[in-house]
């Protein structure tokens, strides 16, 4: 038995849909409404201490973090095998996942820094009325789990001006451009098979796009092929167009477009 704690359009909670898609897992769900606080009503804090989704629940087994709960899936469910190839393919791969999730240093912290620093600060300016800077603190620190109150102010206040915001897109064009030359190499990031490293950045490629940033990645091939493979697959559907919400879709599609002249000038400085 699987259940999954999830959200519509989380990254890391698309992630494990998109692996358990890949397994051809049957699971039940449950939604958190996030916007109303369900992450931090007890019931869920004894599964999940940071309250974050996702947490995987399988059978007495409670499981966190998303990258983890993946490598599990592949574990206990081995068909298909999704870390396949050679000792080195799978260091490969285990380095890229490591590169997702690696704190402020990583990709899903500068994801987060992006999302909000285009869209979702406008979600959240919308709860406080006459947006004076304490007011709109106070909402963050009322509203938001302790690892993200220390790096939101700074982009909800200033959006794409923020520094943060600035270090979170070059740290993604860096990525985008490492995965070009990885991908000139090998037809997939970690090796000749689709493999975990994959389905990892499956998620985090659809927000950028969400974003209407696909100029990042326009002028490389490698990158634009391997994408629109991923895009091909039906664990790209299950995962993550099957539960998208529209008004979120659209907060992110109206956000995305008003900031990417900026960030278009950010990534060619
Ligand atoms: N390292 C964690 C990160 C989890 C995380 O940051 N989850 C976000 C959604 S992608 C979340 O639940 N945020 C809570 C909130 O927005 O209040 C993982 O990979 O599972």
Redesign the pocket.
Known sequence: MLKLYH?YM????A?VRIALAEKGLEWEGQL?D?SAGD?FKPDYLSLNP?????TLVHDDHIL????I?IEYLDDAFPDPVLRSGSAHERAQMRLLLMRL?NGSEGI?HDM?VVTYGSAYRLHLLERVTGHNKKDIDKEIDR???A??KKWLQETVHEGVEAQSYKKAILGIKKLLDDFETMLGKTRWLSGSEYSLADLAYTSYMARLEMLGFEGMWLQQPNVSNWYKRLKQKPSFQQGIVDWLNPESVKVLQEGGREVWPKVEKLIKQ
Not at 10 to 13: H, Q, R, T, V
Not at 64 to 67: C, D, F, G, V
């Open positions: 959200h989380s990254i890391c909670a992630k958190l996030l992450q940071k309250a974050v989704v996702p966190t973090e998303s990258n709960i999730d899903h987060s509203s938001m789990n690892y993200s």
